[in-house]
């Protein structure tokens, strides 16, 4: 019975394997009979009523011969019209624009199955899945409505599910695919000419259906859709629904009157008589001229191909009408498959429809065979094609754009075109984003150009969307870029932004590529230090209807902020062949508040002031292997980074102009840079605190070489030197002016809140005024290998800095009382490495596949001179005047273990375990004012601190999990100086988490870090981040972010407590998919 019922659906039941249909339930010549039995009977009761009038002079029996269509006898032919595409209705979904070749798969635990209309039924109950591609739902159960198309080559299948309980689901492979609509009852259409896949453990047929509630529901709402997707045009009201005994009189009158008719008949008579509505076009004069002609198409952008053929597939009925001088009307019904193919050009468009009517010069017809019409299917000449009329669910497509409609007409001489309520869809493959325009009435005006009014255009797939922007005309065009697939650029005015379909913005003019929406980012909330705000990005280009240059975004940003009133900003960034770089500027035009900066520090009133920030930073690569850079960075006071922009005040460059540039050769580099502070204080807080200044140069010469092979590649050479005119820039600002009370200040500046960082500075010794520089470092190395296991690399170091003043008056008066500084270092390296395989085992409690053991000590002693201490010169470059001087060693071991991971035919090579220990003793002081250690080995001098151990540890427990650790214990101290570990662990592909912990007693300060990701469904994805400072016993900040994925934007809520700078924020966000730009926001503190 369930072979017969569904033929080729292959059933084994209770076993958990797919079921595959690649051809689903064929329909019943009993059903067929009954539609068609429905159909005729409808036309019946239709002309019972006309006979039933009273009789009037002149017009004859049947319409039908009075208009020139076929006689009744003819008519004959026509009674199974449209039997095979009848229950046919194709659907206007996401899914199904345009159609697509992806497998629909269901899983359930109980499916039953029958035919209804032709359509194969399936009732899906207990854990329905659906997915296709990357759409997936879930749902307690589910009715699916499976129609069958044959088109030549392939088979198409037309799907609607109507989910009960509808959530988004996971496709296999795949974590959730980007739709994450959700509902009670839940409708999804598609066509596809894939595979349809079930996999469930109980089949159960059934021959007359399945009644319950949801089935009636289902069967209402699929009846509701295909109304809305089959509109009916002017003619005869819709007829009711009779009994048996109603249907029998109306046979019975039938052979009585001896009257004959089909629903081809009528519809040839209406096409015929309302003229294929060509007035809607707006033609300027009576179409029916002359044909098109090839050459005036390709400039103007022909709709479709003057030159080659169009191919029409099997039809189930077909007329021809005569309407004007040299023209005839070719009426198709039951379906039509049309394909316009111009292989000189390579353009080809594909035409479906169940109704269509072709206008060709008679002439054309008459002259070439291949125009013969044939039942069949064949072809006709492109260019005889003077208009086509297409009407009940149309589609055309190009490859790049589809458009779907109930009725379109092509005027082909005048190259116009009209789709009313149509739906155009086209795919953005580099965003991967989706274009839908829905509009009242679409006109295409050529190939590549249409104009919709009263539209609605989203990157939503569904008909309501979420967001989307209304606009009262758009205009489209398909422009092509080389080398990359064709782009979709869009203008529209009066614009509305539609958020659930309730308008929260207005722009009185759009254009751009249809991604380019102007509104790029909305947030808003209320922030404890100013109050509520609301702050939104704008793309400008698409704002001011400019075209967008390739690789440039500028994004505009207008907002409140509380109590300091509204803001302006603007953000530019580009990448060329060429060149790269950004703009980041923000502006409160005039401030009404105060800066609350923290603990140990007063609020600033700013109230009345014009403040901002602007950064610029550009590279140029010219010819010659020239490379220039360029950076302009200014802020208007010395508390408004730290206010509102916390990031740019602690991790940003050191804000300047520049100009830097540099010419690289194979292993040598020569550059040179001007740079100068714009402000009259310093802005970033790390060069405040040390060494409180920044350092202009205007300018310094660098020349730099990569190591050189000496007599006979046995020495390598390597050389830096720079000539430099600088000068020292202390900020004529206080610590007062930043907010510092006296204790604060002390403690962070080691002078009082009413001194100038400038006095301060000078009351040092530290030279305000130009300085020149002139210094030069070469080392020379020998690395020689003994008895074949043991590198030894003896070296030599010196230095020669050279100054155009001394410094008496630095160090308390002890500062350097010669210009020239002679520095001299000479030292020995040795390594060597060992190696041994452990295992070859596999062990599933270390999760290790075999281990190899790879040793590497190191050792490196050196011992320096020098005419001058480190402490007798001022800093203008660290890794100039803070050098160190006296003699150190340093012994250690880096042991790694590594395993293999992967799998057959993927394995590779993992460290699993990397600990590296070493021990560092000094000679000297070092830098006894550093408390915490730091060994470099690369250039021993820049090490800082005393004598100290080191050591640190990476675990790699698993692909997910992950172990850090390190640790320094200092002599001088005695005691361990700083500690820390963390860990990382990956759960799942939806939960990750992590901590921290760090420790450094010389600060007293133990900070434990702990937060997580967790993405609760395919639609919210939490993040928490909480610091306690166990030294306080208390929780310093916590941060949660929430968002809410939605199709094609996301709802982003953001916590923040901060107990230090004593903030609570709260804010939500808006982001369209794809659109959000790379914005800096004043409002939105740094985050984890």
């Not at 409708?187 to 453990?201: A, E, H, N, Q």
């Not at 001022?874 to 100039?880: A, N, Q």
């Amino acid at each position: 019975m369930i072979k017969r019922q569904i033929s080729a659906l292959t059933c084994i039941a209770s076993t958990g394997l797919l079921l595959i249909a690649p051809q689903l339930a064929e329909v019943s010549h009993a059903q067929q009979g009954q539609a068609q039995a429905d159909r005729y009977e409808g036309l019946i009761d239709e002309v019972e009523q006309e006979l039933e009038k009273p009789a009037q002079p002149g017009p004859p029996l049947s319409e039908l011969e009075d208009r020139g269509a076929p006689a009744n006898e003819q008519a004959r032919q026509f009674t199974d019209l449209e039997e095979a595409n009848t229950g046919l209705k194709t659907p206007s979904t996401p899914l199904g624009d345009p159609l697509v070749p992806f497998d629909v798969n269901f899983a359930s635990q109980k499916a039953s199955h029958w035919i209804e209309d032709g359509a194969k039924m399936l009732l899906l109950e207990g854990e329905v899945r659906f997915w296709a591609d990357a759409y997936s739902f879930r749902g307690e159960s589910a009715v699916v409505r499976i129609e069958t198309e044959e088109r030549p080559g392939r088979t198409i299948y037309h799907v609607a599910i109507y989910l009960d309980h509808a959530t988004p689901g996971r496709v296999p492979g795949n974590l959730g695919g980007p739709i994450v609509a959700s509902a009670r009852k839940l409708l999804v259409t598609m066509s596809t000419y894939g595979k349809i896949k079930l996999d469930t453990d109980l089949m159960l047929p059934s021959d007359f259906g399945v009644q319950s509630v949801l089935t009636e529901s289902a069967m209402g709402r699929f009846a509701r859709y295909d109304a809305s997707r089959s509109q009916v045009l002017a003619g005869g009201p819709v007829r009711p629904v009779y009994g048996a005994e109603v249907f029998a009189r109306r046979a019975m009158r039938r052979q009585a009157i001896g009257v004959e008719i089909s629903e081809a008949d009528k519809e040839f008579v209406r096409l015929a008589n309302a003229q294929l509505e060509r007035s809607v076009v707006e033609q300027p004069e009576q179409f029916g001229g002359g044909t098109r002609n090839a050459a005036v198409d390709e400039d103007e952008a022909a709709i479709f191909p003057a030159r080659g053929t169009i191919s029409y597939g099997p039809v189930a009925a077909f007329s021809t009408e005569p309407t004007g001088p040299n023209e005839r009307a070719l009426m198709f019904l039951g379906g039509i498959d049309l394909t316009y193919e111009d292989f000189d050009l390579g353009r080809s468009v594909s035409l479906n429809a169940q109704k269509a009517v072709i206008f060709i010069d008679e002439r054309q017809l008459q002259n070439n065979q291949n125009n013969e019409i044939q039942g069949q299917g064949g072809e006709m000449g492109a260019s005889g094609i003077r208009g086509i009329y297409l009407e009940d669910n149309v589609i055309v497509s190009d490859g790049d754009y589809t458009i779907k409609a109930p009725r379109i007409y092509y005027d082909l001489v005048e190259n116009k075109a009209l789709v009313l309520d149509a739906v155009m869809y086209t795919y953005n493959v580099d965003l991967k984003l989706p274009l839908y325009v829905r509009a009242d009435a679409l006109r295409q005006t050529s190939a590549t150009s249409w104009e919709a009014e009263e539209a609605q255009f989203t990157t939503s797939e569904f008909g309501e969307p979420h967001f989307a922007i209304a606009s009262s005309k758009i205009t489209i065009e398909k422009r092509e870029k080389e080398g990359r697939p064709d782009r979709f650029y869009l203008s529209s005015r009066h614009n509305r932004g539609e958020v659930l379909g309730t308008p929260l913005a207005y722009f009185p003019y759009v254009a751009g590529e249809y991604y380019d929406i102007p509104l790029r980012d909305v947030r808003g909330g209320f922030n404890s230090r100013f109050g509520p705000f609301i702050e939104t990005g704008w793309d400008m280009f698409s704002l001011f209807g400019a075209e967008k240059p390739e690789n440039v975004n500028m994004i505009g940003k207008i907002g409140w902020l509380g109590v300091h009133n509204g803001t302006l900003g603007l953000d530019l960034d580009y990448d060329t062949d060429m060149s790269y770089g950004f703009l980041k500027s923000y502006l409160i035009p005039l401030d009404g508040g105060e800066d609350v900066l923290g603990e140990g520090r007063e609020d600033v009133n700013r109230s009345g002031d014009t403040r901002g920030y602007e950064t610029w930073k550009h590279r140029q690569y010219l010819p010659e292997n020239v490379e220039l850079s360029l950076q302009s960075s200014w802020v208007s006071d010395d508390t408004f980074l730290e206010e509102f922009f916390p990031r740019e005040a602690y991790e940003a460059q050191q804000y300047q102009a520049s100009g830097y540039v540099k010419v690289s050769e194979d292993n040598w580099l020569v550059s040179g840079v001007a740079k100068t502070n714009l402000n009259s204080f310093t802005p970033q807080l790390t060069y405040l605190q040390a060494p409180g200044y920044t350092v202009d140069k205007l300018p310094e010469i660098q020349a730099t070489t990569a190591p050189f092979t000496l007599f006979g590649e046995t020495f390598n050479w390597y050389s830096q030197s720079s000539l430099s005119r600088m000068r020292v820039r202390a900020g004529t600002d206080t610590p007062g002016d930043r907010g510092f009370e006296p204790e604060a200040s002390e403690e962070v500046f080691g002078f009082g809140p009413d001194q100038s960082f400038r006095s301060f500075v000078e009351s040092q010794g530290v030279p305000t005024n130009y300085v020149l520089r002139a210094d030069t470092r070469h080392e020379l190395s020998l690395p020689l290998e003994i008895a074949d296991w043991l590198n030894w690399t003896p070296y030599v170091v010196g230095r020669v800095t050279a100054y155009d003043q001394t410094f008496e008056d630095f160090n308390n008066g002890e500062g350097a009382d010669d210009t020239v500084r002679l520095w001299g270092m000479v030292g020995s390296r040795f390594d060597t490495e060992f190696s041994k395989v452990l295992t070859t085992k596999r062990s599933n409690i270390l999760n290790t596949n075999g281990i190899r053991h790879v040793i590497e000590p190191y050792f490196n002693f050196w011992t320096v001179s020098t005419n001058i201490d480190d402490q007798d010169l001022p800093i203008f470059d660290y890794d100039v005047e803070r050098i160190d001087q006296g003699s150190g060693l340093t012994f250690g071991m880096r042991n790694t273990f590594q395993t293999k991971r992967g799998g057959p035919g993927r394995w590779r090579d993992v460290d699993w375990i990397a600990l590296d220990t070493r021990y560092v003793q000094r000679f000297d002081p070092g830098f006894p004012d550093f408390e915490i250690p730091r060994y470099y080995n690369y250039h021993p001098e820049y090490s800082i601190g005393g004598s100290h151990f080191y050591s640190n540890l990476q675990w790699m427990v698993s692909d997910n999990v992950a172990v850090f650790g390190e640790l320094t214990w200092g002599d001088r101290q005695d005691e361990v100086v700083q500690w820390r570990v963390n860990g990382t662990i990956n759960h799942t592909p939806r939960l990750q988490t992590f901590v921290n912990y760090e420790e450094i007693p010389v600060l007293s300060s133990r900070l434990l870090t702990y937060g997580f990701s967790y993405r609760m469904t395919t639609k919210y994805m939490v993040h928490f981040l909480q610091r306690f400072d166990l030294s306080e016993d208390n929780s310093r900040r916590i941060t949660v972010m929430l968002d809410r994925k939605l199709p094609r934007f996301v709802f982003r809520v953001n916590v923040i407590l901060d107990v230090v700078d004593n903030e609570q924020l709260f804010n939500v966000e808006i982001i369209p998919d794809g659109l959000a730009g790379d914005t800096n926001w004043a409002a939105t503190p740094l985050r984890f």
